[in-house]
């Protein structure tokens, strides 16, 4: 049986894939998958490059439509992430609210996705005590996402403007593998339509052509655990909400 478990050990190793904890101690995709939520209050802790790296080491094998690979990442720490999440601030605070480079949420929210929306909003703002009338709180909290919530690093994903609507499932499967990779590091991630918000920004300072198609920006991070940003975890409809079996 060893000799059996250190062919296969050997075969992962040669194709760069994680090595298997025989004693089953890894975690495994039930648990990542539940252990994952946005994080919104990181330490200042800095994440190595060699995490990073593996982190995306793994997510590369996310599948795509003729493995296409549509994704193109830009790792934002230290100073440039100063600099651009102070300058995503500003332009919001002068009221520039920006446009993203793709239609993301629909103009007219209805339901069942309106009252989730809502609901989602509420759980946040009542976990921090900010009263529905409390604007200028509420508005602090979502300058927060210009900071990339504090997270010491924020990728930036692309898209070549000659792919197509197909790309964009490929790139969710690539977002949720940095995601579940990062809680298999130790790590946490807030997935941020937001940071999308000024492209034309992002593009020029990272010096990518303007006319590629940002998708959206990831915090990622160790987790503050004291901040109560961070201490709730949103619901989840039943499977029959969403199922039906045919046979
Ligand atoms: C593509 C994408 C973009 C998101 N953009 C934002 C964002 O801009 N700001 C934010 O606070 N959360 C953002 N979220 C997080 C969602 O609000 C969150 O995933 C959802 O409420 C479910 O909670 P959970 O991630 O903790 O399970 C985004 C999530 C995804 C997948």
């Not at 059996?4 to 190793?13: A, P, Q, S």
């Not at 004693?23 to 919104?40: E, F, G, I, P, Q």
């Not at 130790?186 to 998708?215: F, M, R, V, W």
């Amino acid at each position: 049986m060893i000799g059996f478990r250190k062919i296969i050990r050997d075969y992962l190793t040669d194709f760069n894939c994680h090595s298997f904890n025989w004693n089953n101690t890894t975690m495994n995709v039930a648990d990542a998958l539940t252990a994952r939520k946005s994080t919104r209050a990181f330490l200042d802790t800095p994440v190595s490059r060699e995490k990073i790296e593996k982190i995306l080491s793994s997510a590369r094998h996310a599948p795509s439509g003729t493995n296409a690979q549509p994704w193109q990442v830009a790792v934002v720490s230290g100073k440039k992430k100063d600099e651009m999440t102070a300058e995503m601030e500003k332009l919001f605070r002068e009221g520039d609210m920006g446009e993203m480079d793709y239609q993301y949420y629909p103009l007219k929210w209805q339901d069942p996705y309106k009252s989730r929306k809502v609901a989602c909003g509420l759980q946040l703002y009542s976990t921090l005590h900010i009263e529905r009338k409390d604007k200028e709180k509420r508005y602090e909290q979502w300058i927060a996402n210009y900071q990339g919530f504090g997270a010491p690093v924020i990728l930036f994903f692309f898209l070549d403007p000659v792919m197509k609507t197909g790309s964009f499932l490929d790139y969710g499967m690539f977002l949720q593998s940095i995601m579940l990779s990062a809680v298999e590091e130790g790590l946490s991630t807030c997935a941020q339509a937001a940071l999308g918000q000024y492209p034309e920004l992002i593009k020029k300072s990272l010096g990518y052509d303007n006319e590629s198609i940002l998708i959206c920006g990831l915090a990622l991070g160790y987790e503050d655990k004291e901040d109560p940003v961070n201490n709730y975890r949103t619901p989840r409809e039943d499977i029959g909400v969403f199922t039906h079996f045919f046979d």
